[in-house]
């Protein structure tokens, strides 16, 4: 079942005992600029948006897959964007918004912590600023979505600090880096998609010619296209921060298996050079060892030394060789 909320800036919040939807668009009037907010839309829902002549290609767009839009219709306005939403996992939601006349209608599929936002500065809105009208509301929704977001990409900020000097610390192994650096960049996309939809939205209200908000409201659309567009640059740094320090992680781990394998390679040559040489030296050893009389009565010259500077000489040799052919370093 869908909860609808109503406040408008003449009463406040209305409670859901003292209004209904059939006649509602005439119960708000004189009550100065009031929003609908609909969470978890149902067929009651749909029914009511097609009897006050919201476009079917609009009520189409939210009971399906919306995607990011700003469209004028015969008499609304209909945006769809993403605004962050309030589970325990970082995540976007698309969020409509219709605005008829002096009503301003959001309807969104989960809770979106902007939107409790939004309702405390229509409270807190002084009167200057009320008679602007609906775009004023429309202005301090979208607003509301872009601030949102401030603190947190200043938490991404002071954590993409921690992970680079975990990067660069020579003294500590941190676990999880590569992980951690990952999932930075996976928040920052998903950031990024309600940031880029509220930029695009504000320029195309904006758009010279075709413009969708009043001349009153003109330069509150234009900071808030600038606050955008400040958003995204923020976050494209930050990912590209995150992106850099990540290959410089991975290029230390580089760095680190070929000096290990230096030194492996280095191990393994010298024990490949000791074998070489002791491999004959062996076969030496094995030859005139077996109990047979020593050929050319070299028992009766000294036998033993004859053999031992024979194989010293071959030693001798093979290390000259093994210089000459670059293998010794």
């Known amino acids: 079942m869908a909860e609808i ?3 408008t800036t003449g009463e406040g919040v209305v409670p859901s005992s ?8 005439d119960s708000v009037k004189g009550k100065g600029s009031a929003w609908l907010d609909i969470l978890r839309p149902d067929d009651e829902i749909k029914e009511f948006l097609e009897e006050i002549g919201i476009d079917e290609l609009a009520i189409e767009d939210i009971f399906g ?10 008499n ?3 945006i769809v964007l993403r605004a962050r939403d309030a589970d325990n996992r970082l995540d976007t939601e698309p969020v409509a918004i219709i605005l008829r006349d002096n009503l301003i209608i959001t309807v969104r599929g989960t809770r979106i912590p902007a939107l409790d936002v939004f309702s405390r500065r229509m409270k807190s809105a ?26 947190i990409l200043s938490k991404y900020s002071n954590r993409l600090d921690d992970l680079e000097y975990q990067v660069f610390d020579p003294t500590k192994s941190y676990e999880g880096l590569l992980e951690n650096l990952h999932d930075l960049k996976r928040l920052l996309r998903e950031a990024s998609k309600s940031i880029e939809s509220l930029q695009s939205s504000c320029m195309r209200l904006l758009k010279s010619g075709e413009r969708m908000v009043d001349e009153d409201t003109l330069s509150l659309f234009t900071d808030l296209q ?18 850099s320090t990540r290959d410089t992680y991975l290029s230390y781990i580089n760095m680190d298996l070929v000096r290990s394998n230096a030194k492996l390679t280095e ?16 076969l030496i050893a094995g030859i005139f060892g ?23 000489g071959f030693s001798v040799m093979m290390l000259l060789w093994f210089k000459r052919k670059g293998w010794l370093g």
């Not at 897959?65 to 015969?74: C, D, G, I, P, Y």
């Not at 640059?233 to 921060?241: H, L, Q, T």
């Not at 077996?290 to 010293?312: D, K, R, V, Y």
């Open 65 to 74: 897959h919306a995607s990011n839009t700003v469209q004028r219709f015969e």
């Open 76 to 78: 609304h306005r209909f």
């Open 267 to 282: 191990v393994m040559t010298t024990l490949t050079i000791i074998g070489a040489i002791m491999l004959p030296l062996t």
């Open 18 to 25: 003292e209004f209904n939807l059939n006649g509602l668009v």
């Open 5 to 7: 909320r109503l406040q």
């Open 126 to 151: 002084d009167k200057k600023e009320v008679e602007l009208g609906i775009d004023f509301l429309l202005y301090e929704l979208l607003d509301s979505i872009a601030d949102d977001w401030i603190p």
């Open 226 to 243: 600038q606050l955008s567009t400040t958003l995204v640059k923020r976050c494209v740094a930050y990912s590209a921060g995150a992106t």
């Open 290 to 312: 077996m109990n047979t009389e020593l050929p050319a009565q070299l028992s009766e010259i000294g036998g033993f030394w004859t053999i031992m500077f024979g194989m010293l």
